[in-house]
T-cell receptor
Framework: DTAVSQTPKYLVTQMGNDKSIKCEQN?????MYWYKQDSKKFLKIMFSYNNKELIINETVPNRFSPKSPDKAHLNLHINSLELGDSAVYFC????????????FGQGTRLTVV | AQKVTQAQTEISVVEKEDVTLDCVYE???????LFWYKQPPSGELVFLIR??????QNEISGRYSWNFQKSTSSFNFTITASQVVDSAVYFC????????????FGKGTRLSVIA
C-alpha cells in the first residue's frame, strides 16, 4: 500500500488555467505538507496542516489554496497558473511532534506552457 | 531560525571511492531532529536516516555511515565504496521538536559516481 499518494504525477497546462493536485496519506499522521522543488532542486515548504488546521503558510501567492477535508487528505489548488509555477510539488506527512520522519509522495511535475 | 547548509553543490567520484557529504545546521532549540534523504534520478524522496539531538552516537548501515557532532553542529554522511547506483541528490534536513516547524532542507548535494 502506498503511504503517501499524490495525483497526478505529471501535469502540463497552459498559462491562466486552474489546476488541482490531490494528496492522501494512510499512515495515520496528524500533519501534512506541501513542498515546492524548483529547477535547482531546492525544496521549500509552502503549507502545513495539522488535523485539518492550517499552521504554516509561507510566502506563497494567494493563487495557491490548500484544502484539507480531513487529516488524511491535503489538496492543492492553483488558480491562474503562471510560467514560474512550473516545478515539482511534493506532498508529505508526519507526526507533529517529529517522532518519525516525514513521508513524501512521488511528486507532481507541473509544467506551465 | 533554523537553517541547513550543504556547502557542496556537486561531487563527482569514481566508483569504489569513499565520499563524505557535509551538512551544517543552525537551530536555537535543544531538541531537534536531523535527517538525510536521497533523491535518485527517478525523482522520489527516499528517507535514509533520522537522528535526534540527544543521540550523538554515530550510525552505520551497510556502506552508509553518519557522523553527528553537536559541538560543530554537523551531521555528515559518508558512503564507503561508492557505486553508480549511489548517484543522486542528497538532502540534509532539520526539524525542531514541538514548534510546528516542518522539515527545513539544505540545498542538496548532487553526487555523481562514475564507473
Amino acid at each position: 500500500d502506498t503511504a503517501v499518494s499524490q495525483t497526478p504525477k505529471y501535469l502540463v497546462t497552459q498559462m491562466g488555467n486552474d489546476k488541482s493536485i490531490k494528496c492522501e496519506q494512510n499512515l495515520g499522521h496528524d500533519t501534512m505538507y506541501w513542498y515546492k522543488q524548483d529547477s535547482k532542486k531546492f525544496l521549500k515548504i509552502m503549507f502545513s496542516y495539522n488535523n485539518k488546521e492550517l499552521i504554516i503558510n509561507e510566502t506563497v501567492p494567494n493563487r495557491f489554496s490548500p484544502k484539507s477535508p480531513d487529516k488524511a487528505h491535503l489538496n492543492l489548488h492553483i488558480n491562474s497558473l503562471e510560467l514560474g509555477d512550473s516545478a515539482v510539488y511534493f506532498c508529505a506527512s508526519s507526526y507533529r511532534d517529529g517522532r518519525t520522519e516525514a513521508f513524501f509522495g512521488q511528486g507532481t511535475r507541473l509544467t506551465v506552457v | 531560525a533554523q537553517k541547513v547548509t550543504q556547502a557542496q553543490t556537486e561531487i563527482s567520484v569514481v566508483e569504489k571511492e569513499d565520499v563524505t557529504l557535509d551538512c551544517v545546521y543552525e537551530t536555537r532549540d535543544t531538541t531537534y531532529y536531523l535527517f538525510w534523504y536521497k533523491q535518485p534520478p527517478s525523482g522520489e524522496l527516499v528517507f535514509l536516516i533520522r537522528r535526534n539531538s540527544f543521540d550523538e552516537q554515530n550510525e552505520i548501515s551497510g556502506r552508509y555511515s553518519w557522523n553527528f557532532q553537536k559541538s560543530t553542529s554537523s551531521f555528515n554522511f559518508t558512503i564507503t565504496a561508492s557505486q553508480v547506483v549511489d548517484s543522486a541528490v542528497y538532502f540534509c534536513a532539520l526539524s525542531e521538536a514541538g514548534r510546528n516547524t516542518p522539515l527545513v532542507f539544505g540545498k542538496g548535494t548532487r553526487l555523481s559516481v562514475i564507473a
